[in-house]
């Protein structure tokens, strides 16, 4: 089957740094997704990786290793306004393009 | 550009009701797809196209209807409301050309409860 796990919720102060992992088990692999969604918004585009490696996106990076299945997103310098859910999704396919999302990680940001 | 654009945002139906949710982008995207949202989980896939004319099932399809005339419009039919759809719908547009990220663009969402 196919399935992507991330952890529910995680808590961290302003100003650190936070890593939110993502593990997953698809089928037709096209490319590895994160997503930041604010409380009854619309899930915005943070990252994407195709290759293993660190891509880095100023305080945002994601990582990807294929072989692992396996990938995490990296915020540091932590503001109040990262409080939000971030969701893992990988784009598979099999003629088609289509993704399976995790059902997201909570994040929220103390100060 | 709009983008993505969804309506309505909120409704309210009663059990056996019927109704079309509607989205449009402007992007011109050939990819579209619905998603449904219920609280504290991620988004699964309803239905989806590639292009006009050519519609395909998603992972929970059951008790909707789609169809796609234009590459702009992608409406999402509900013909017997029952409780359990209930959710936040998400309409979302890519454009796919098998390289680049061509990340999912989505619309503000439609918050639906069936009574």
């Known amino acids: 089957g196919q399935n992507i796990d991330q952890p529910t919720e995680m808590t961290a102060t302003e100003g650190a740094i936070v890593q939110i992992n993502c593990t997953y088990q698809t089928s037709g692999f096209n490319g590895l997704f994160w997503y930041q969604q604010h409380a009854g918004e619309a899930p915005t585009f943070l990252s994407y990786?195709?290759?293993?490696g660190l891509e880095e996106k100023g305080r945002f990076s994601s990582f990807l290793s294929r072989s692992k299945g396996y990938s995490y997103l990296l915020l540091k310098e932590l503001q109040m306004k990262d409080s939000a859910s971030y969701l893992c999704a990988v784009r598979t396919t099999s003629g088609t393009y289509k993704y399976i999302f995790g059902t997201g990680t909570r994040l929220k940001v103390l100060a | 550009n709009a983008g993505v654009t969804q309506t309505p945002k909120f409704r309210i139906l009663k059990i056996g009701q019927s109704m079309t949710l509607q989205c449009t982008q402007d992007?011109?995207?050939?990819?579209m797809y619905w998603y449904r949202q219920d609280p504290g989980m991620g988004l699964k896939l309803i239905y989806y196209s590639v292009g006009a004319g050519i519609t395909d099932k998603g992972e929970v399809p059951n008790g909707y209807n789609v169809s796609r005339s234009t590459t702009e419009d992608f409406p999402l039919r509900l013909e017997l409301a029952a409780p359990s759809q209930t959710s936040v719908y998400f309409c979302?547009?890519?454009?796919?050309?098998?390289?680049?990220?061509?990340?999912?663009?989505f619309g503000p969402g439609t918050r639906l409860t069936v009574l």
């Open positions: 992007m011109n995207h050939n990819y």
């Open positions: 979302a547009s890519s454009y796919s050309s098998g390289g680049g990220s061509n990340e999912q663009f």
């Open positions: 990786n195709v290759l293993d």
